[in-house]
C-alpha cells in the first residue's frame, strides 16, 4: 500500500523484516506484528488526480478517482495481542480483514470480528495468499457467511490461468474488467481486459464473472431499495447496471446499522496482485470520519453524543422537571455549561502509550473535534490534572515527522506528557486554563476495555538492590501495556506478571530485560498451600517466663484449637465471658476471659487488671499472638487455614502482676496457640488454592474440555450453559435470521469438489459458545492457556478468580510435596 500509494520507493517484506510498520526488533525476529504501528498515506497519489467532488458526480466516477488521506493502523493477529487490536478498534472508523486463502476463516479472525461488532465498526474482507497451494477463495467466502454470520458480496474473483491453475489476475465483478499482473512484477503494471474480450480468450472464467455479477446484484436488490430500482431501470439485466451504481449501494449497505453485507475481494500481496483494488474499495465503501455516529461521552452520569455536546443540547439531570426554589441554580448551571463548552477547542482520546528510547514517552491520540495544537494546555479529565504538549508528531511506523496540529479525524502523537494513559480523555480549551471550566470536567469518551488475564509467570529480581530499578521498569511497562498485571503474591513474595498468553509475556520480558535494562529473570509460580487439622486438640497451657533486654516478662495462656466448620456451631454456656471474637486468613480467633460477664467490662478491668494493663491491651496481644502462631503449620510449615483457635485468659492463673507485659501475654498465646497445634500435627494435611474458572467454548469442544477438567486436572464442573458474553456480543445478530451458506454465491475452488465443501460447511453455522464453569485447583491452571487453545483448535478462552482452599487428596498432597523437594 504504501508503495503504491507513492509513500515508499521499496515494497517491504515480512519474512525479511523489512517493512515500515513491523519495526520492532522482536517483530523483525519472529516475523509477526506484535504492537500496532499508525501511518497516514493518499489513496491515490494526489499527482493523479486533478478532479474535483463535482467532476465526480457529473461523470459517473467513485470516490477512488480523487485523492483521499488514510489514517492506516496495522494491528497484530496473535490471540496473544488481542489488546493491541482492542485499542485499535476503539478509535478506528472502518477496517480491512485479512483472510488467509489456505486457512479460512481462523479462530483470532472471529474473536476480533466480534470485537469490531461491539464498535459497530464497518469491515471489508481480503482474501490474501491465493497464490498458495492449497488455496480456496470459495471456501472461505462459504466460512465468512458461516463463521462470521454475515452475508460475503463477493466484488472480486481469482483468476486461475493456464492447464497448471495458476493466480495471476482476479475479475474485477463490479466493473466487468478482468485486472491481470505481470508475474514477478513490481505490481504496478496492470493489464486490463474487458468481459467482451475474455469471452473470446477464457469463456469458462468469463461465464463465472457473469454469474458473480448476477449473485453480486440479487444480494444487493435483497438489501437496498435504490439497487431494485437500478435493476428495473435497466430491464433487469443484471449486466446492464452501472459500476458506480453497485459501489454506492455497496457502500449503503456497508454503512447501515443492521447491515450483514461483507464485500469481500481477493488477491497475494506476497505476489503484489490485488492492493491497488483493495485501496480503492477502502476509498469507495469505508466511511470518512464526518460519516461515522457521533461518539458518546458520559458527562457525570449524563450520557450524550460529542457533536450534539457541542451544539448545546447538554441536558442537565433534574431539569426537565425543576422544582421552584432550584429554577435559578439550574439555569446558572447550564448557562456554566454552554460556557464552557464554547471555550472547549479539541477533544480526544489517548488510546496507546509507548517508551520510545529517543524522544521519550509518545502519546497516540484520536482527535474527534477541534484541532489539538502544539503547545496547548490539556486537562486529563480521568486523572484530574493538565500538562502541556509541547511537541506533536504524525507518526509514519517508527518515523514522526512533527506538525503543528492534529485536526478532527485525524491521529497522531504527543511527546512529553508524564500522566496520560490508554483510555485518558483530553480536553483542551480557550484561554489556557489549569482546569475544566464547568461540568465539563467530568466528561469521558468511550473507555477501552481491558480483558482479564490468562497467563501468569514469576519476575524474579537478581538481587535486593535492583527492586527499585524493577518497580520502575514494571510501571513503565504497564503504563504502555495495560492488559499486562502486577501483583505480589503475600505467601511467597513473588512478584507474579500475568498476561494475555505465553508469548505475550514472553515478549514483556523481553522488552523489560532489553529495553529497560531490568536485572531480573522470568520463574515458575510458586503455589501458596496452606495446611488444616481434621481433629480437636486437648486444652493446652503455657506459660511464657523470660528476661528479655534486662526486663522481665512473664504471663500464661491456655488454647485449643478444632477444624473450622462452615456451619456455625451453637454457642454453649461457656460462650458467656467471649471477650473477642474474629475471622482472618480463613481462620476464627475467640479470646475467653473467665468471669468478665459476672463482673461486667468496667468492673472487671477496675477490680482485677493492673494500672499498665487494659482489656483492649490483653485482646490485642493475645489476637497478635495467635495469628504469628498461625503463620508456619505444624507439619510443613505452610500458614494455617480452616482452624477455629479458643484462647483463655484467666486473670487468676496467667496474670503475674508488673511482670505481665503485652509482649509476655502475646508471645504467651503464640506459645499455648503452638504447642496445640502439634498436638494434632498427625491429623494435618495440606490444603491448595481452588479458582472459580469460566471456560468459553464451541459446542464442538465442549466434551474434550469438561472430561479434561475433571479428569486430568482434578477439577469439578459447576454447570454448563450458554455464552452470556458471547451471545451479549452477537445480540444484534441473534434477532435475524440464520445465515443459510447453501445461498450464498462462491466460485468453484480448483481441485476442489462443492459437494464436499459443502458437507464440510453444513454444521458450522450452529456451532453455538458454551460456557463451562468449574472449580480446578490453581496449580492446574498455570500453562492451561496452552493446552485449552490445542483442545479447541484455538477457539476457546477462560477467565479465573480465587474462589477458596480446599483439602487435597493424599495423591495430590504426595505429588506436590514431592514436587517442592526435588524428587
Known amino acids: 500500500m504504501l508503495y503504491y500509494s507513492g509513500f515508499t520507493r521499496r515494497i517491504g517484506d515480512v519474512d525479511d523484516g523489512s517493512t515500515v510498520t513491523d519495526f520492532l526488533p522482536a517483530e523483525r525476529a519472529r516475523g509477526i506484528t506484535i504492537q500496532s504501528a499508525a501511518i497516514t498515506f493518499n489513496w491515490p497519489p494526489e499527482n493523479q488526480s486533478a478532479l474535483s467532488l463535482q467532476d465526480l458526480e457529473k461523470k459517473g466516477l467513485p470516490r477512488s478517482a480523487l485523492p483521499h488521506t488514510i489514517n492506516l493502523i496495522d494491528t497484530p493477529g496473535h490471540a496473544d495481542f488481542t489488546f493491541e487490536v482492542l485499542r485499535s478498534l476503539r478509535i478506528l472508523d472502518g477496517a480491512v480483514c485479512i483472510l488467509d486463502g489456505v486457512a479460512g476463516v481462523e479462530a483470532q479472525t472471529e474473536q476480533v470480528w466480534h470485537q469490531a461488532s461491539t464498535y459497530n465498526i464497518p469491515r471489508i474482507a481480503y482474501v490474501n495468499k491465493l497464490d498458495r497451494e492449497g488455496a480456496a477463495f470459495g471456501r472461505t467466502v462459504k466460512e465468512i457467511g458461516s463463521r462470521l454470520g454475515g452475508w460475503p458480496a463477493v466484488c472480486q474473483i481469482p483468476w486461475f490461468q493456464g492447464a497448471d491453475r495458476k493466480f495471476g489476475g482476479v475479475g474485477d465483478i463490479i466493473s466487468l474488467q478482468c485486472l491481470h499482473w505481470e508475474e514477478r512484477g513490481d505490481g504496478k503494471q496492470i493489464a486490463v ?156 482520546l489517548a488510546f496507546k502509550v509507548v517508551n520510545d528510547a529517543r524522544r521519550g514517552v509518545l502519546v497516540y491520540v484520536r482527535v474527534y473535534s477541534g484541532a489539538l495544537d502544539r503547545n496547548a494546555l490539556l486537562f486529563n479529565t480521568n486523572l484530574d490534572v493538565s500538562e502541556r504538549a509541547p511537541r506533536i508528531f504524525k507518526m509514519y511506523g517508527n518515523d514522526a515527522i512533527e506538525v503543528q496540529s492534529i485536526p478532527a479525524g485525524h491521529i497522531g502523537v504527543i511527546a512529553g506528557l508524564k500522566f496520560a494513559r490508554t483510555g485518558d480523555t483530553l480536553l483542551s480549551f480557550s484561554g489556557n486554563k489549569q482546569t475544566a471550566p464547568g461540568s465539563l470536567s467530568n466528561l469521558q469518551l468511550r473507555p477501552i476495555d481491558i480483558p482479564p488475564p490468562v497467563f501468569f509467570t514469576s519476575v524474579e529480581m537478581h538481587s535486593l538492590s535492583e527492586e527499585k530499578n524493577l518497580q520502575e521498569s514494571l510501571a513503565l511497562l504497564l503504563r504502555e501495556d495495560p492488559s499486562l498485571h502486577v501483583t505480589v503474591d503475600e505467601d511467597s513474595g513473588q512478584t507474579l506478571l500475568s498476561g494475555m498468553g505465553e508469548l505475550h509475556l514472553e515478549i514483556a520480558s523481553d522488552r523489560l530485560i532489553k529495553d529497560f535494562k531490568a536485572k531480573a529473570s522470568m520463574g515458575r509460580i510458586e503455589i501458596g498451600y496452606r495446611e488444616c487439622i481434621s481433629e480437636t486438640s486437648p486444652p493446652v497451657t503455657r506459660i511464657y517466663d523470660k528476661e528479655v533486654a534486662g526486663r522481665k516478662g512473664k504471663a500464661g495462656c491456655s488454647s485449643i484449637v478444632q477444624p473450622l466448620y462452615e456451619i456455625e456451631q451453637p454457642e454453649g454456656p461457656e460462650d458467656s465471658d467471649v471477650l473477642f471474637t474474629g475471622e482472618k486468613d480463613g481462620n476464627r480467633i475467640s479470646i475467653i476471659t473467665p468471669g468478665l460477664m459476672s463482673r461486667g467490662m468496667a468492673q472487671f478491668a477496675k477490680d482485677l487488671l493492673p494500672p499498665h494493663l487494659s482489656l483492649s491491651i490483653i485482646q490485642n496481644s493475645l489476637y497478635n499472638g495467635c495469628l504469628a502462631a498461625l503463620t508456619r503449620g505444624p507439619k510443613h510449615a505452610f500458614p494455617v487455614h480452616s482452624v477455629d483457635v479458643t484462647l483463655t485468659f484467666d486473670v487468676t492463673q496467667h496474670l503475674f502482676g508488673k511482670d505481665t507485659t503485652p509482649s509476655a501475654i502475646s508471645a504467651a498465646a503464640r506459645l499455648a496457640t503452638q504447642s496445640a497445634l502439634k498436638e494434632v500435627s498427625s491429623s494435618s494435611s495440606l490444603m491448595e488454592p481452588v479458582m472459580n474458572v469460566a471456560i468459553s467454548v464451541q459446542e464442538s469442544s465442549l466434551g474434550a474440555v469438561a472430561h479434561d477438567i475433571s479428569s486430568s486436572r482434578g477439577g469439578h464442573i459447576v454447570s454448563l450453559n450458554d455464552d452470556d458474553e458471547a451471545s451479549s456480543s452477537r445480540e444484534t445478530l441473534s434477532e435475524l435470521p440464520q445465515i443459510d451458506v447453501s445461498k450464498i454465491y462462491a466460485p468453484p475452488d480448483p481441485f476442489t469438489s462443492s459437494t464436499s465443501l459443502d458437507t464440510a460447511l453444513s454444521g458450522m453455522s450452529g456451532n453455538q459458545s458454551r460456557t463451562i464453569i468449574a472449580k480446578v485447583p490453581l496449580k492446574e491452571m498455570v500453562g492451561y492457556l496452552k493446552h485449552l487453545r490445542s483442545l479447541t483448535g484455538g477457539r476457546g478462552t477462560f477467565v479465573m478468580s480465587v474462589d477458596r482452599f480446599e483439602k487435597m487428596s493424599s495423591q495430590r498432597e504426595k505429588a506436590a510435596l514431592s514436587e517442592m523437594m526435588g524428587l
Open 193 to 348: 481486459s474487458k468481459l467482451y474480450d475474455l469471452e473470446q480468450s477464457d469463456p469458462q472464467f468469463a461465464q463465472e464473472m457473469k454469474n458473480a455479477r448476477v449473485a453480486l446484484v440479487e444480494l444487493l436488490s435483497e438489501h437496498d431499495d435504490a439497487m431494485v430500482e437500478s435493476f428495473l431501470e435497466h430491464d433487469e439485466d443484471h449486466l446492464a447496471v452501472e459500476p458506480i451504481e453497485i459501489w454506492e449501494s455497496l457502500r449503503r449497505c456497508l454503512l447501515g446499522e443492521t447491515s450483514r453485507i461483507i464485500p469481500t475481494f481477493a488477491g497475494a500481496s506476497f505476489r503484489n496482485i490485488g492492493v491497488q483494488p483493495l485501496l480503492d474499495a477502502v476509498v469507495n465503501l469505508l466511511p470518512s470520519p464526518t460519516e461515522r455516529p457521533d461518539p458518546e461521552v458520559s458527562v457525570g452520569s449524563t450520557k450524550i453524543g460529542l457533536q450534539s455536546l457541542l451544539d448545546g443540547k447538554l441536558v442537565l439531570e433534574g431539569a426537565a422537571k425543576p422544582k421552584h426554589k432550584q429554577k435559578k441554580k439550574l439555569a446558572s448551571s447550564s448557562s456554566d455549561a454552554n460556557a464552557a463548552i464554547k471555550k472547549l477547542e479539541s477533544c480526544a
